[in-house]
């Protein structure tokens, strides 16, 4: 079943949003070459409980950090530990929080120094599906208008899309309905209306599809050792199109 969200938890899941983006900057600048991702979390977790929120992430299911740490070909859910970044590394970072019942959640990749051009493509190309994927967050629309505009863009790119992992509703639980895919024919699943909020988050690969599960049972990659990048907003589909509530 699909919750619509009144005007008042648009409000709430508002201010959830903005720590989300308040987060994300300070990891922004705290990205380098020699950080360790264990420190990226612990800066994460001090910063979000300083709002007033607390780690979505942590201990969800069992996750020990309260970000998610992606170096280069791992795709998401990678955890957070003595791992020092170098120069030339690409990071995701997938963030949550709760607060006062209300979830958001965001991710994006950075590049850790000078990156390979090959690198910053894919980057750039993963931003830019999510944000087509966002601009048809809009009512009247289909869910899987989402999903076309993510995949048409980045094959059209020469990258491919991740099928084992999805997006998602969110509001007072991290995981609601529906399942956002970042792949399919326009035109089908769910009418979108107004009050639906949707985690969209396009996870893309510079080779093939096909991802692998690392023996901790968390940490997702490429099957093919290419690199990938993940980037994700919460939205709201309001009268008057899109609100993206994980933006400052």
């Given at each position: 079943?699909?919750?619509?969200?009144?005007?008042?938890?648009?409000?709430?899941?508002?201010?959830?949003?903005?720590?989300?983006?308040?987060?994300?900057?300070?990891?922004?600048?705290?990205?380098?070459?020699?950080?360790?991702?264990?420190?990226?979390?612990?800066?994460?977790?001090?910063?979000?409980?300083?709002?007033?929120?607390?780690?979505?992430?942590?201990?969800?299911?069992?996750?020990?950090?309260?970000?998610?740490?992606?170096?280069?070909?791992?795709?998401?859910?990678?955890?957070?530990?003595?791992?020092?970044?170098?120069?030339?590394?690409?990071?995701?970072?997938?963030?949550?929080?709760?607060y006062r019942g209300y979830y958001g959640d965001a991710a994006f990749t950075l590049p850790v120094g000078?990156?390979?051009?090959?690198?910053?493509?894919?980057?750039?190309?993963?931003?830019?599906?999510?944000?087509?994927?966002?601009?048809?967050?809009?009512?009247?629309?289909?869910?899987?208008?989402?999903?076309?505009?993510?995949?048409?863009?980045?094959?059209?790119?020469?990258?491919?899309?991740?099928?084992?992992?999805?997006?998602?509703?969110?509001?007072?639980?991290?995981?609601?309905?529906?399942?956002?895919?970042?792949?399919?024919?326009?035109?089908?699943?769910?009418?979108?209306?107004?009050?639906?909020?949707?985690?969209?988050e396009p996870m893309v690969n510079q080779g093939g599809p096909e991802v692998v599960l690392d023996p901790?049972?968390?940490?997702?990659?490429?099957?093919?050792?290419?690199?990938?990048?993940?980037?994700?907003?919460?939205?709201?589909?309001?009268?008057?199109?899109?609100?993206?509530?994980?933006?400052?």
């Amino acid at each position: 079943m699909i919750l619509l969200k009144s005007e008042q938890e648009l409000g709430y899941l508002r201010e959830a949003g903005r720590i989300v983006a308040e987060s994300r900057r300070v990891l922004e600048d705290a990205v380098r070459p020699g950080v360790t991702t264990a420190e990226l979390d612990e800066l994460a977790e001090k910063f979000i409980r300083s709002r007033g929120a607390q780690p979505a992430f942590k201990g969800y299911r069992g996750f020990p950090g309260s970000i998610c740490t992606s170096v280069n070909d791992e795709v998401v859910h990678g955890i957070p530990g003595p791992r020092g970044l170098k120069a030339g590394d690409i990071i995701s970072i997938d963030l949550g929080v709760v607060y006062r019942g209300y979830y958001g959640d965001a991710a994006f990749t950075l590049p850790v120094g000078e990156v390979s051009p090959e690198a910053r493509r894919l980057l750039q190309v993963t931003e830019e599906a999510l944000w087509r994927g966002i601009e048809q967050a809009r009512p009247h629309r289909r869910l899987s208008d989402i999903s076309w505009a993510v995949q048409s863009y980045v094959e059209a790119n020469g990258f491919s899309v991740v099928r084992d992992y999805v997006g998602h509703g969110i509001g007072v639980s991290m995981h609601e309905e529906p399942q956002v895919p970042n792949f399919g024919p326009p035109g089908l699943g769910p009418e979108l209306v107004p009050g639906m909020t949707l985690a969209i988050e396009p996870m893309v690969n510079q080779g093939g599809p096909e991802v692998v599960l690392d023996p901790d049972q968390w940490t997702v990659r490429t099957r093919d050792g290419g690199l990938s990048a993940h980037f994700e907003h919460t939205v709201a589909v309001t009268p008057r199109g899109p609100w993206v509530l994980t933006l400052l």
